[in-house]
């Protein structure tokens, strides 16, 4: 069974420029979680996604949104970038509905450089 | 929201000694306290979880307690070895899907000869 596919792995942007990160669940799940990970402040959490419903979402800015397609698939997009959304963004899914109380699988992660 | 302190943010201990990281949590509602393993340049990987319905789950060399009175649980791992050594999160949420996992900010572990 493959794992939680993200792409792509490495991208470097300019302030200003928008990005777009994609993630591919495991077979069969259905809740998808996005996380941004930078030295010293661990995993934060950004929003979660179900049958294709944002179901929660963290303390970011609007310039950062995502959405789930009818497949389980995600997306999340970054507008105008800043130099501090240098990060690796972890993608999750997860087989249960309430998929806060069940194993988490991760991607490798999308690492992100903005200039 | 729930908010998880975890301590330390570095422990450096010797192959075979034990290991304790210890993390607190703010909201008494949470009830479902994962552990996840980060090895370098690697996923986060879930290695031991517990809920608030048991004080203690053992799996082999890892342990995890928890003491929802002072919101408190702690991971342990004995007889450590070259191959723990990783970066641990720890988490916490509550049940319902209006809650979300929030993560402590991870304790890199570095087990020496």
């Known amino acids: 069974k493959a794992g939680v596919t993200q792409t792509p792995r490495y991208l470097i942007k300019t302030r200003g420029q928008q990005v777009t990160l994609s993630c591919s669940p495991i077979?069969?799940?259905?809740?998808v979680s996005w996380y941004q990970q930078t030295p010293g402040q661990g995993l934060q959490f950004l929003f979660e996604y179900f049958s294709e419903t944002q179901r929660n979402k963290g303390n970011f800015p609007g310039r950062f949104s995502g959405r789930q397609f009818s497949n389980s698939r995600s997306e999340m997009n970054v507008s105008t970038l800043e130099l501090g959304d240098s990060a690796l963004y972890l993608c999750?899914?997860?087989?249960?509905?309430?998929?806060?109380?069940?194993?988490?699988?991760f991607g490798e992660g999308s690492r992100l450089t903005v200039l | 929201g729930e908010n998880v302190e975890q301590h330390p943010s570095t422990l450096s201990v010797q192959e075979g000694d034990s290991a304790v990281i210890k993390c607190t949590y703010s909201d008494s509602a949470s009830n479902y306290f994962p552990w996840y393993k980060q090895e370098l340049g690697k996923r986060p990987q879930l290695i031991i979880d517990i809920r608030s319905n048991v004080g203690e789950k053992k799996d082999q060399r890892i342990a995890v307690t928890l003491n929802k009175t002072a919101k408190h649980f702690s991971l342990h791992i004995t007889e450590t070895q070259p191959e723990d050594s990783a970066v641990y999160f720890c988490?916490?949420?509550?049940?319902?899907?209006?809650?979300?996992?929030?993560f402590g900010t991870g304790t890199r572990l570095q087990v020496t000869l």
């Open positions: 999750a899914s997860s087989l249960l509905a309430e998929s806060n109380t069940g194993e988490l699988f």
């Open positions: 988490a916490a949420t509550s049940t319902g899907t209006a809650s979300k996992l929030t």
């Open positions: 077979s069969g799940h259905r809740s």
